[in-house]
């Protein structure tokens, strides 16, 4: 099976990232079992070395278990909000399909765009507690010497108007702002590099 090429971050990815981490854990859960049967059908019976090899060569693909439930949780981006989310997105740097997650809390995040020093993020989920995400967002990313502003919106139309607001006034947004490019990302802007801080705090 051969899966679509979608970075973290791109509309589409959660669905490829749940193909792969299920081929994953298939695989690695497969091969000690696969030792564990045949070995008790060859020799006769389970008390053998074979068991105690099986059974600790099934803990990486407990591990990717852990790892499918997570992505499971993790909800797509509906198409249709991804399509008006994206006619509205211009020039600005955006990320799409996010599950950010903190030891208090998780959520859901559909898209965020970058902006100089800010960031603006829009969540469909109704259970969604925007404050104490958009806050720890924020910390983390300064943090990491970029100084931003995260709030987090729970209604579209409201983000959909921020983002052309964003892309109006995009010039004095950037203006003035210092920036030492990462020799790890000779490529990536500010934004860019302001969007992966975010990216890293997601699955």
């Not at 994953?24 to 000690?32: D, F, S």
């Not at 997105?89 to 809390?105: H, R």
Request: positive net charge; proline residues 4%; glycine residues 6%.
């Amino acid at each position: 099976m051969k899966l679509m090429q979608t970075n973290k971050g791109e509309f589409g990815y959660l669905k490829r990232e749940r193909k792969r981490r299920i081929i994953i854990a298939a695989i690695l859960l497969g091969v000690p079992l696969f030792i564990f049967i045949s070995m008790w059908i060859y020799l006769g019976t389970r008390n053998t070395i074979w068991t105690i090899i099986a059974l600790v060569g099934s803990l990486p693909g407990c591990k990717a278990v852990v790892d499918v439930i997570m992505v499971m949780l993790a909800k797509p981006v509906n198409p249709a909000v991804y399509k008006k989310i994206h006619a509205h997105q211009g020039d600005l740097v955006m990320a799409y399909e996010m599950y950010m997650t903190f030891y208090e809390k998780k959520c859901a995040i559909d898209a965020i765009a970058v902006c100089g020093n800010t960031v603006v993020g829009y969540t469909s989920d109704p259970k969604a507690d925007t404050g104490f995400m958009a806050e720890e967002a924020q910390k983390l990313v300064r943090k990491n010497g970029y100084k931003v502003d995260v709030k987090i919106l729970s209604e579209l139309r409201p983000f959909l108007e921020r983002l052309d607001s964003m892309n109006a006034h995009k010039d004095s947004l950037e203006e003035g702002l210092k920036f030492t490019p990462d020799p790890r990302y000779p490529d990536f802007t500010r934004d860019d590099m302001v969007k992966h801080v975010i990216l890293n705090l997601c699955i």
